[in-house]
């Protein structure tokens, strides 16, 4: 997860696409609809985590692990000081 925490906010909204996704099923639609931007915008931000972490999503133990992460990393403040991610489970 150490490259995510380099380039500040493209960075971040990668990770919050990404964990807002995983709380929508994996459904592009609903996750552009609740983060208010493009579906190729969901799509191209997942892609980049996978590329950013090395973490597959489609695959069942990098998905789990990436939940894992993301869900513990909301949890905490990151090394960098900036506020942790809103937490979007209560907007379901």
């Given at each position: 997860?150490?490259?995510?925490?380099?380039?500040?906010?493209?960075?971040?909204?990668?990770?919050?696409t990404?964990?807002?996704?995983?709380?929508?099923?994996?459904?592009?639609?609903?996750?552009?609809?609740?983060?208010?931007?493009?579906?190729?915008?969901?799509?191209?931000?997942?892609?980049?985590?996978?590329?950013?972490?090395?973490?597959?999503?489609?695959?069942?133990?990098?998905?789990?692990?990436?939940?894992?992460?993301?869900?513990?990393?909301?949890?905490?403040?990151?090394?960098?000081?900036?506020?942790?991610?809103?937490?979007?489970?209560?907007?379901?």
């Open positions: 997860m150490d490259p995510l925490d380099d380039a500040g906010r493209s960075n971040r909204e990668i990770e919050e990404t964990l807002v996704y995983l709380e929508c099923n994996q459904q592009v639609h609903v996750t552009a609809r609740q983060l208010a931007v493009h579906d190729n915008t969901v799509r191209y931000r997942v892609n980049r985590f996978h590329e950013l972490t090395g973490l597959d999503i489609r695959k069942p133990e990098d998905l789990i692990t990436a939940w894992w992460l993301l869900n513990r990393r909301r949890a905490t403040v990151p090394a960098s000081g900036s506020a942790p991610l809103p937490d979007k489970a209560s907007d379901h």
